[in-house]
């Protein structure tokens, strides 16, 4: 079955940091794109991050660029984001994808992130 689990979520005060963690089941884990996309309450989907295979190519949302870093270890099929310097605008579910773009065809469940004081 191919799966993907997120953790890591949690709550956290502004200027915090959480590292999020999406493990890869039942596929070539290093022959796919990898992404982080996010839901807050009320609002769309939005684009996060995406890490390409092969070079490992980064790609940020410039919501996040900066703060955020995507990484991916192919040997134990995991995705991370790491997250820093944390605001109350990135409280939302974080959901991580197989594939990039239009190609994504696999999600997670996600894992929720809450940024208060």
């Known amino acids: 079955e191919i799966q993907l689990v997120e953790s890591g979520g949690g709550m956290v005060q502004p200027g915090g940091s959480l590292r999020l963690s999406c493990v890869a089941s039942?596929?070539?884990?290093?022959?796919?794109?990898m992404t982080w996309e996010r839901q807050a309450p009320g609002k769309g989907r939005e684009w996060v991050a995406t890490?390409?295979?092969?070079?490992?190519?980064?790609y940020y949302a410039d919501s996040v660029q900066g703060r955020f870093t995507i990484s991916r270890d192919n040997a134990n099929d995991i995705v991370y984001l790491q997250m820093n310097s944390l605001t109350p605008e990135d409280t939302a579910r974080y959901y991580c994808g197989r594939g990039s773009g239009s190609l994504i065809n696999i999600w997670g469940q996600g894992t929720q992130v809450t940024v208060s004081s």
């Open positions: 890490i390409y295979t092969g070079a490992g190519t980064t």
């Open positions: 039942g596929f070539t884990f290093s022959r796919y794109d």
